[in-house]
């Protein structure tokens, strides 16, 4: 199953800007440079995309692999790729369906993309099959220009479409490292979680909590972050702290509300758990 | 005519008057042996069954028992044999006549089962039970009639004991010997062989203290045994003996009550409650028995290792009041409960100091360990006390156990706070203090003091100590400000730890001294100790003088304030010093009543005493005036533990020396003998006289050496080797040490110098060579001993596996034709292009294609004991009996194994991670590395990657040991030039080490991490450029970790808990690769 989805971003999605990356992007965007955003999950990259495409009056592409649950946060639904690795060159470029009449060809999100002029958005890229970076290439340096070999066409992207692809850099597997050749037709854009200032108002923002109990998760998340080498194969996420804030914000005591959103969401080990109970318990009353 | 009809012939007149039976089992014997027996023998045989004849009226039944039992005797027997039979017999006619008909009737088949050698023993022992009566007649008889069931079932020496219970319980009632001895065969039989003896025995002791019992142990004693652990069993037994031997009438009770108590108790567990009750039985036997009785209540409360603790609580009454510990140990004494319930209440560093480190490292954001107290102590750095909880900047010492409350969580919370103070000294930054430094909340008098140290202060809470004339009384104030400050923090930061922690100050509150009988001045720091613990209004103060003590007050409560910094805690220890100097520390003799505080208008107050240090010339600290009572320090407080900032920072400064920049850098080289002295002497806790007993000299040498040690630098001992200039090429090749020199291949390799931001040519040598076989037990017995982990890793690497196998299409030729393509080979034929022919598939072992090279650190570090951590214990407290079995595996483990070292683990890992890369088959080499000194970089090959693994590669394990130096640079170097030759696509570099790179030479000088840290980067990083992956997993739980912060950015893994290394290791191998 392929999560695509096409949409303009005609409200203004809710951003804080944590460095110059909206400087950045915008001037990326000008002079049709491709952005990677790295960065730890869950720590406002997709947003970001967002708030760009609707700051630049673009329509998004989205196609995420993988990372996103069913019940991601967000102004538009996302939907899940459950077979990540399965991801192939046909399943962005299109393919031909059978139907009654015969064969039909259908363009994929990327060919759309390109075709519309979209800011097109590759979520954790590394998770696609090989065969994908095939089309990046092309498209990504000075020709514009995705093949597709099917059909035996090759299209010229229109003006505005821009590819953006995420990556997270946290544990990944050295079989999946992402190419030297293909990283290096991007501009990268790095992303570290917010302080805890910017991130208690990210949460307030998005959970609706009192500023003093956001600061409070920002806290638990600073600390919680501190132990990342733990098994924890990556810190808590700013999305986690706002499932928190917004379990709090439904009268769930903050106690038990930070156990099932960042205890347990975390890790599995233990004794690794029960640290984190232990500083939720001093945290918290 | 035959010998035996010319015999019966020559008798027949000897059997008149007797019953005709007799003559024909005499004749039948004879026909029977006559075969058997020579003439002569058959004669000599014959003439005793004559003889029986005319012993007694009654003596022909023994005869012609004897006549029908000689054909039976077994074939084996001796001619002995056959004239002891005759005797035996003949002398138990002459006792009773039916006595020998028994003996007689049986001996055949008795004979056979205890061999002839026990005949006379077997007839004493009947002997001993006939006393000359009938009754006694019976018993022994039915004794020798018992024979053949009875040897069937036990051996002589148990039937030796079983007669001894027999005659007992004879003396009391024949009946139920009778009884006893009809069952014993059966109950006996039931019992382990070397069960019998000491079953006996107990009913021995049973029979003489309370034989009515004897029926009911021969009825249930076997079933009750059972449930006691065999191999402790006649143990149990003899505890159970003693009490019999007490006269007691209750000792069956006692065993019954015993082995059912056991029963409830894990079989493994039964050796350690037997050991212990045997430890009582010498003061009470009973004590030993309900100790055992009552286990299975007691290890429902408590675990098995704090059984001994328990019992040795008991124990102490026990010696002393022999009444008051059997109460105890019947479970009918208060103490006995009270002892109980604080065992099983309280809590032990070792069980929640892994938890409690991770806590620490989150809240602070550094890596922390936590140890015990005593640990501290024994260092010889300082701290003294060997149960405060204090830090030294990288480790939380903290009391081994918690027991102030009956309630495990309450001792938890306890255990918490107290981490929680000293990990607040690390987060809020007590030990950053620096002298100029402004503070936040004060205005800063610290520039306008005269500073009064003659040599240069070793460092910055040094410089500022050395404001005041008297370091004691400054060193106690400084310390009330500070965890002031910490405490308030704490509250402000956590508030789920403001309970608990209010909680303890009100119980620190509740144990201060009465401080109106306290000499002036240490009652106002005694007030302020009280303000810090949130106790205002517990300040009890002449009323007359309200003066100076409500501005210490305010002093320190501003120091509550958020944004309060250690610099802040200093100015305000200043100005209390001040005060504080001020008062003459005298009883005070006014009248005046000792009040709470009247409220303060705190604008009224000088507090920033700018009269101190105002237009004026700068004025001085005062000094204690001559002839007051000597000034001591308030009692301590419990949660805070010690606060030694000085020390902190000075062991901070030696272990980072090398980052400061020059200005305030410290090497010990610079760290002169004479600022250590000073240190030593104005420390105020270092007790001076302990030190000048010995020789001063020494003893800070000693001081500084240990010191130096716990900043991570060698020891100075070795101090000649450093010394060696850097261009000095000699090494200690040629000393000839190895004198079956294996072949050496040397490379050279450029090593990265940071300061100069280049490379320094060819400057390391690394000498390779395959490293000495050993045996191959270890490779084996790591096998074994991680047997489950071996096949749970081999099914996860299987699993790997079936990815390998990939359709690969649109061949020339293959398994089958892929439908596509034909079509479309088809549509080209139609058509006239030319076809392409690709259409066949086929199934392909796709190689995985990786290679990794495995580089173990050997350098002497990694000699190092693993503490070894407490295991713990999942199901807690739920069933005695499983957490019983648990704890005794493991002690048997750890008595079976010694403590595991660094390198110990390092190889275990090696072991299983190549069951995984045999599995799936990858290309791998495995390196080990040490050496000493640039010009001599030991590369070791324990397999290399075109080598096949192989028992050479057992044997090669087994000899990885500590060697010297850890050079992390050029081996990584020599790694990579090693992965560069394989083909593989996926390379990967796996660096297992305890973190230190340290060599001689590997920076300017020892403690200087910050070298060899750039040139281990450097190297990593070039592994990057070759397209290698590397990977650095550090085992480390010290903090002692330098690459960690260097390598952020690259795969990089602290293993913490180093135990788990061997499962880590082919876990990380997989996420590396799938
Ligand atoms: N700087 C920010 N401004 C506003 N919201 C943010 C910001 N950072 C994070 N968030 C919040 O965190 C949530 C998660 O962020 P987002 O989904 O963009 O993460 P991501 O980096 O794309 O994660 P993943 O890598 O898992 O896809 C967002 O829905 C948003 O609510
Ligand atoms: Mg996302």
Request: include cysteine; aromatic fraction near 8%; hydrophobic fraction near 40%.
């Amino acid at each position: 199953m392929l999560a695509a989805e096409e949409f303009t971003v005609r409200e203004e999605p809710y951003y804080l800007p944590l460095g110059d990356e909206i400087e950045l992007f915008e001037a990326a965007f000008r002079q049709r440079i491709p952005v990677l955003l790295k960065g730890p999950t869950g720590c406002g990259k997709t947003r970001f995309v967002e708030y760009m495409s609707y700051r630049l009056g673009q329509p998004v592409t989205r196609i995420s692999q993988g990372g996103d649950g069913p019940g991601e946060a967000g102004p538009r639904p996302f939907v899940t790729v459950a077979c990540h690795e399965d991801l192939t060159a046909s399943d962005l470029v299109g393919r031909y369906l059978l139907d009654t009449d015969g064969t039909r060809w259908i363009d994929g999100p990327l060919t759309r993309a390109v075709k519309h002029g979209a800011i097109c958005y590759l979520d954790e890229v590394v998770e696609a099959r090989k065969d994908t970076t095939v089309l990046i290439h092309p498209l990504t340096d000075y020709r514009r220009l995705l093949p597709i070999e099917k059909l035996g066409q090759v299209v010229e992207a229109a003006d505005g479409f821009l590819l953006v692809i995420s990556y997270n850099p946290g544990y990944q597997s050295a079989l999946k490292d992402l190419k030297h050749s293909t990283r290096q037709r991007f501009i990268s854009v790095e992303f570290t979680y917010p302080s805890r200032e910017q991130e208690a108002e990210i949460i307030t923002h998005e959970s609706g909590v009192d500023m003093a109990v956001s600061i409070e998760l920002a806290k638990l998340g600073e600390k919680v972050r501190n132990l990342k080498e733990h098994g924890l194969g990556e810190g808590v996420s700013t999305r986690l702290l706002i499932y928190a804030g917004r379990l709090i914000e439904r009268g769930i005591a903050p106690r038990r509300a930070a156990q099932v959103a960042v205890t347990w969401a975390l890790t599995d080990d233990l004794d690794v758990q029960r640290s984190i109970e232990e500083v939720v318990t001093s945290i918290f009353e | 005519m035959s010998v035996a009809a010319e015999l019966a012939a020559r008798n027949r007149e000897r059997f008149e008057g007797f019953p005709e039976p007799l003559l024909e089992a005499y004749e039948a014997g004879l026909r029977a042996l006559e075969a058997r027996l020579t003439p002569t023998r058959l004669e000599n045989w014959s003439r005793g069954g004559l003889d029986l004849m005319a012993v007694s009226l009654r003596s022909w039944e023994s005869a012609a028992e004897y006549f029908r039992a000689g054909p039976r005797i077994p074939e084996a027997a001796p001619w002995e044999t056959w004239e002891q039979l005759a005797g035996e017999a003949a002398s138990l006619t002459e006792q009773s006549a039916p006595l020998a008909v028994s003996f007689l009737r049986s001996a055949p088949e008795t004979l056979a089962l205890v061999g002839p050698n026990h005949l006379a023993q077997w007839a004493d022992l009947g002997r001993r039970l006939y006393k000359g009566n009938w009754k006694s007649s019976s018993l022994a008889a039915q004794f020798y009639d018992a024979g053949p069931e009875l040897f069937a079932a036990i051996r002589m020496s148990q039937a030796g004991r079983l007669t001894l219970f027999l005659d007992e319980l004879a003396r009391h009632s024949y009946e139920l010997a009778a009884a006893c001895l009809a069952s014993a065969p059966e109950v006996l039989g039931r019992l382990d062989g070397a069960d019998r003896a000491p079953f006996l025995t107990f009913g021995v002791e049973l029979a003489q203290s309370s034989w009515a019992d004897s029926r009911l142990y021969f009825d249930r004693g076997v079933a009750l045994l059972q449930r006691v652990h065999a191999p402790v069993r006649e143990r149990y037994l003899l505890l159970a003996a003693r009490v019999a031997r007490d006269h007691s009438r209750s000792a069956f009770q006692y065993f019954e009550d015993g082995a059912a108590a056991l029963g409830e108790v894990e079989p493994d567990a039964h050796g350690p409650v037997i050991e212990l009750a045997e430890q009582l039985a010498p003061h009470s036997a009973y004590a030993a028995m309900d100790f055992i009785g009552n286990s299975p209540a007691v290890l429902e409360k408590v675990r098995i290792d704090e059984l001994p603790a328990w019992q040795a609580a008991g124990l102490g009454i026990l010696a002393a009041s022999r009444e008051g510990g059997e109460a105890y140990f019947r479970l009918q004494s208060s103490r006995g409960e009270e002892v109980l319930d604080t065992l099983s209440a309280r809590v032990e560093l070792a069980r929640v100091g892994e938890v409690l480190r991770l806590y620490a490292k989150a809240l602070t954001g550094r890596d922390i360990s936590i140890h015990a107290a005593a640990v501290l102590a024994e260092k010889g750095i300082g701290w003294v006390d060997e149960e405060r909880a204090s830090t030294e900047g990288t480790t939380i010492f903290l009391p081994e156990v918690m027991e102030r409350h009956r309630d495990k969580d309450e001792n938890f919370a306890a255990m918490k706070v107290f981490a929680t103070h000293q990990a607040a000294h690390l987060e809020f930054e007590s030990f950053a203090f620096s002298f100029e430094r402004p503070s936040a909340l004060f205005e800063d008098l610290r520039p306008t003091l005269p500073e009064r140290g003659e040599a240069r202060p070793a460092t910055e809470i040094e410089r500022f100590f050395d404001l005041f004339p008297d370091r004691a009384l400054a060193s106690d104030l400084h310390e009330i400000a500070e965890d002031a400050r910490i405490d308030a923090a704490i509250k402000r930061a956590y508030a789920g730890i403001r309970g608990p922690l209010g909680r303890m100050q009100r119980e620190e509150l509740a144990r201060r001294p009465e401080v109106s009988e306290l000499p002036l001045r240490q009652a106002f720091v005694e007030n302020l100790v009280r303000v810090s613990l949130d106790g205002a209004g517990a300040v009890r103060w002449p009323a007359g003088r309200a003066e100076p003590m409500a501005g210490g007050v305010a002093i320190l409560q501003r120091l509550t304030a958020a944004g309060a910094t250690a610099e802040d805690a200093a100015e305000a220890a200043l100005r209390l010093y001040r005060l504080a100097i001020g008062i003459r520390n005298e009883r005070d003799e006014s009248e005046d009543d000792w009040d709470a505080l009247p409220e303060f208008d705190e604008q009224s107050l000088d507090l920033d005493l700018s009269g101190l240090g105002g237009d004026g010339p700068p004025m001085e600290l005062g000094e204690a005036p001559e002839g007051e009572s000597e000034y001591e320090s308030p009692q301590e407080i419990d949660f805070r533990g010690e606060f030694k900032p000085e020390l902190v920072q000075l062991l901070m400064k030696l272990r980072d020396g090398a980052e400061q920049g020059d200005a305030g850098r410290i090497s010990p080289e610079q760290l002169t003998e004479e600022q250590l002295r000073e240190l030593l002497e104005k420390s105020a806790e270092i007790d001076l006289d302990a030190l000048l007993e010995g020789d001063l000299q020494q003893t800070t040498g000693m001081f500084l050496s240990n010191l130096l040690k716990e900043a991570g630098t060698p020891a100075l001992d070795s101090d000649a080797q450093s010394d060696q200039p850097l261009s000095d090429l000699s090494t200690g090749a040629d000393e000839g040490e190895e004198p079956l020199a294996p072949v050496v291949t040397t490379y050279y390799y450029d090593e990265w110098d940071f300061r100069a931001q280049d490379y320094k040519p060819r400057w390391c040598a690394v000498k390779e060579t395959a490293l000495e076989e050993g045996g191959e037990e270890f490779y084996e017995e790591t096998l074994r001993e991680y047997a489950s982990l071996v096949s749970q890793t081999r099914k996860q690497f299987e699993l790997m596996k079936p990815e390998l196998f990939r359709k690969i299409k649109r061949l020339s030729d293959g398994e089958d034709v892929e439908l596509d393509p034909a079509i479309e080979w088809m549509i080209d034929i139609r058509t006239g292009v030319s076809p392409t022919e690709k259409i066949y598939w086929r199934r392909n072992k796709v190689e995985r294609d990786v290679a990794i090279a495995f580089l173990l650190d050997m350098s002497a570090s990694t000699d190092e004991e693993i503490a070894r951590r407490d295991q713990q214990y999942d199901d807690a407290g739920d069933d005695p009996r499983k957490y019983l079995s648990w704890w005794v595996t493991k002690r048997r483990q750890e008595l079976a194994a010694p403590p595991k070292r660094i390198i110990d683990l390092e190889k275990e890992a090696t072991v299983l991670l190549i069951t995984a890369l045999e599995t799936i088959g990858d290309d791998y080499g495995i390196y080990g590395f040490s050496g000493y000194g640039r010009d001599n970089v030991e590369f070791y090959v324990i397999k290399d990657f075109e080598e096949r693994f192989g028992e050479a590669t057992k044997r090669r394990i087994d000899k990885v040991t500590p060697i010297r130096s850890t050079r992390m640079g050029p081996a990584i170097r020599h790694a990579i030039h090693k992965l560069s030759a394989t083909e593989a696509k996926v390379r990967i570099l796996v660096l297992l080490s305890d973190g230190r790179p340290q060599d001689h030479g590997y920076g300017r000088d020892r403690t200087e991490k910050e070298y060899a840290i750039h040139d281990t980067r450097q190297a990593l990083n070039e592994a990057r450029r070759e397209g290698i992956t590397p990977f650095a997993l550090t085992v480390d739980r010290a903090g002692h970790d330098y690459l960690k912060t260097m390598c952020e950015d690259m795969g990089y893994e602290v293993v913490g808990d180093i135990e788990s290394l061997p499962r880590r290791l082919p876990a990380l191998y997989r996420r590396l690769t799938e």
